[in-house]
């Protein structure tokens, strides 16, 4: 049986040793931090950030600290035999694959809280959220210490508030977003998605083909912002989504919301982001967007 060639560990200190070996050969070292359950999206950021580095660094941690208590975090998908697989494939150098005790030791007391860009779209439902997140990532960029991580533009609020993150803390690693990557059908491919059965998928489509329909509403002058977001919001609901708990356009690089006093360059790269249920599974989605003044 053929067997993996990527090196496991699961402990900080392990890790930190491979790591300060690679920087002592003069290596670069690049981190993708996941929650497993790897898909191509992922695989996809592996392959980006290995044009930037010479060693990979995958992460796979479960992070109980950023699900709500009624969220999934128990029935997370979990599939490492097949992640490996997948790790080796794309000759990833390295799986740290840590448990909950190497990450939150007993007696851990601290939270990494970033402001502002934490508050509305994801956090509005998910009261708690980005502080898990904030405090996972800080931990394992400073267990790893790499120069480069990557994060995927399908979570476009987390991406932005973990590269404020870095540069707030000054921590050394260069904060990257990686390309969305989608299904054959158009779907933003998720680890979630497997939760969705084939009505409840044929639902989920709606969600792209919404913000590509509020694009073309609002990029042609056909329709006004709120305009737009009020039919797309409306579509999906009539599509069969549960609910919609945000329609939204953001500006690109600080989440702040458009205001026609920002106008100084007209257009404004601004990005269209939801979230919505359809079944039991809450899915996200965003993409560019040009607003004109
Ligand atoms: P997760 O395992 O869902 O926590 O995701 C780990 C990383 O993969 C995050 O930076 C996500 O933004 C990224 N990611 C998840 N899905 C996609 C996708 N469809 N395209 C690009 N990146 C993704």
Same mark, same amino acid.
């Given at each position: 049986?053929?067997?993996?060639? @990527?090196?496991? #560990? +699961?402990?900080?200190?392990?890790?930190?040793?491979?790591v300060?070996e690679? /920087?002592m *050969?003069?290596?670069?070292? &690049?981190m993708v931090?996941?929650? &497993?359950?790897? /898909? /191509?999206?992922?695989l996809? $950021? !592996?392959r980006?950030?290995?044009?930037? =580095?010479?060693?990979?660094?995958?992460?796979?941690?479960?992070?109980?600290?950023?699900? &709500?208590?009624?969220?999934? %975090?128990?029935?997370?998908?979990?599939?490492?035999?097949?992640?490996?697989?997948?790790l080796?494939e794309?000759?990833?150098? $390295?799986?740290?694959?840590?448990?909950?005790g190497?990450?939150?030791?007993?007696? %851990?007391?601290?939270?990494?809280?970033?402001?502002?860009?934490?508050e509305?779209?994801?956090? *509005?439902?998910?009261?708690? /959220?980005?502080?898990? =997140?904030?405090t996972?990532?800080?931990?394992?960029?400073?267990?790893c210490?790499?120069? @480069?991580?990557?994060f995927?533009e399908?979570? %476009?609020?987390?991406?932005? @508030?973990?590269?404020?993150?870095?540069?707030?803390?000054? !921590?050394?690693?260069? =904060?990257?977003? &990686?390309?969305l990557? +989608?299904?054959?059908?158009?779907?933003?491919?998720s680890?979630?998605?497997?939760? $969705?059965?084939?009505?409840?998928?044929?639902?989920?489509?709606?969600?792209?083909?919404?913000?590509?329909?509020?694009?073309?509403?609002?990029?042609?002058?056909?329709?006004?912002?709120?305009?737009?977001?009020?039919?797309?919001?409306?579509?999906?609901?009539?599509?069969?989504?549960?609910?919609?708990?945000y329609?939204?356009?953001r500006?690109s690089?600080?989440?702040?919301? #458009?205001t026609?006093? #920002?106008?100084e360059?007209?257009?404004?790269? *601004? +990005?269209? $982001?939801?979230?919505? @249920?359809?079944?039991k599974?809450?899915?996200?989605?965003?993409?560019? !967007?040009? #607003? %004109?003044?």
């Amino acid at each position: 049986m053929a067997t993996s060639s @990527v090196k496991i #560990i +699961r402990n900080k200190k392990d890790l930190r040793a491979q790591v300060r070996e690679w /920087h002592m *050969a003069d290596l670069k070292v &690049g981190m993708v931090p996941t929650m &497993g359950a790897l /898909h /191509h999206g992922h695989l996809s $950021l !592996i392959r980006e950030i290995q044009k930037h =580095v010479d060693k990979v660094v995958v992460s796979i941690f479960v992070n109980p600290k950023q699900f &709500g208590p009624n969220e999934d %975090f128990d029935k997370y998908p979990r599939s490492e035999t097949a992640d490996i697989k997948k790790l080796d494939e794309v000759d990833t150098d $390295l799986l740290y694959a840590p448990d909950v005790g190497e990450i939150y030791p007993e007696g %851990f007391l601290t939270n990494v809280s970033v402001a502002k860009i934490t508050e509305g779209l994801c956090a *509005a439902k998910r009261p708690g /959220h980005f502080d898990g =997140v904030t405090t996972v990532v800080t931990k394992l960029l400073l267990q790893c210490l790499p120069d @480069v991580a990557l994060f995927g533009e399908k979570d %476009f609020q987390q991406y932005t @508030v973990l590269k404020q993150l870095a540069n707030d803390l000054d !921590i050394p690693t260069d =904060v990257m977003c &990686g390309k969305l990557i +989608r299904d054959d059908d158009g779907l933003a491919t998720s680890s979630r998605n497997v939760y $969705l059965s084939p009505e409840e998928r044929k639902t989920a489509l709606e969600i792209p083909k919404t913000l590509k329909q509020a694009i073309e509403d609002i990029e042609s002058g056909a329709l006004s912002m709120e305009e737009a977001l009020a039919k797309g919001t409306q579509h999906l609901l009539d599509s069969g989504c549960k609910e919609v708990q945000y329609l939204e356009i953001r500006q690109s690089d600080n989440l702040d919301p #458009i205001t026609t006093t #920002i106008a100084e360059t007209s257009p404004i790269l *601004a +990005r269209i $982001l939801v979230a919505a @249920v359809v079944g039991k599974t809450r899915l996200i989605d965003n993409m560019p !967007i040009k #607003i %004109f003044f």
